[in-house]
């Protein structure tokens, strides 16, 4: 079975320019969740969907961030415009609701971004 | 908020060296307890997970103890070996119960083992 799949691995952009990550999460997962990670601030929870729908957004960081899910096999990332200070490894996990214990979240190997 | 405290790394042992990670939380209710790891290049794994006090969680040879009284996690292995060298990250979830929440996470903890 495949893991969550993250496209591309690594992007190099200049500042200004927009920039969207891709996800695909494992089939038939009901959440998905986007972080980011810095050597600053380690890693951090931007945004999580369950069932296609945002519940909680409270970590994007500003107004350049946006982050969709429209079907259940497929998320975007977008920054717009990019920033330097949004350099970082952006990864991308999901998990399948259990009934019983909370769930494992599955993730996949980043996005490395740097932006000049 | 919640939060996770771990101890900084790197850490870096002999191959069969005894290993302990610290790791202390702060949460309000009962949150639940995990450690991820990351190898090189790689996205963040499930090692062992806790639910509730005094649960201990184990895989590969890790373990990890609940403690509330203590609001602790360490991460333990009686014997390291060269391929468990990677970044360790400890984490909880604001909820004990079934569902997915999101994951605070520290800030990780580099093992480097050395033959």
């Known amino acids: 079975d495949a893991g969550v799949i993250q496209s591309p691995r690594h992007e190099v952009t200049e500042m200004g320019q927009e920039v969207t990550l891709r996800c695909k999460p494992i089939s038939g997962h009901d959440y998905l969740f986007w972080y980011r990670q810095t050597m600053m601030r380690g890693l951090e929870l931007l945004i999580y969907f369950n069932n296609n729908v945002p519940i909680d957004d409270s970590g994007m960081p500003e107004d350049r961030f946006s982050a969709k899910m429209p079907n259940a096999s497929f998320s975007t990332l977008k920054i717009q415009p990019s920033e330097p200070r949004d350099s970082a490894v952006y990864f991308c996990?999901?998990?399948?609701?259990?009934?019983?214990?909370?769930?494992?979240?599955?993730f996949g190997p980043g996005t490395r971004l740097t932006v000049l | 908020g919640d939060s996770v405290t771990q101890m900084e790394g790197p850490v870096t042992l002999s191959e069969e060296a005894f290993l302990t990670i610290n790791c202390t939380y702060t949460a309000t209710g009962y949150p639940s307890l995990f450690w991820y790891v990351q190898y090189p290049g790689e996205g963040l794994q499930l090692l062992l997970k806790?639910?509730?006090?005094?649960d201990k969680g184990s895989n590969k040879g890790f373990e990890a103890t609940y403690r509330k009284e203590t609001t602790s996690f360490h991460l333990e292995k009686g014997s390291v070996q060269v391929s468990d060298s990677a970044v360790y990250f400890c984490?909880?979830?604001?909820?004990?119960?079934?569902?997915?929440?999101?994951?605070?996470f520290g800030k990780g903890t580099k093992l480097s083992v050395i033959p």
């Open positions: 806790a639910t509730k006090a005094d």
């Open positions: 996990a999901s998990s399948l609701s259990d009934q019983r214990t909370p769930d494992t979240q599955y």
């Open positions: 984490a909880l979830t604001p909820y004990s119960g079934a569902g997915s929440y999101q994951l605070t």
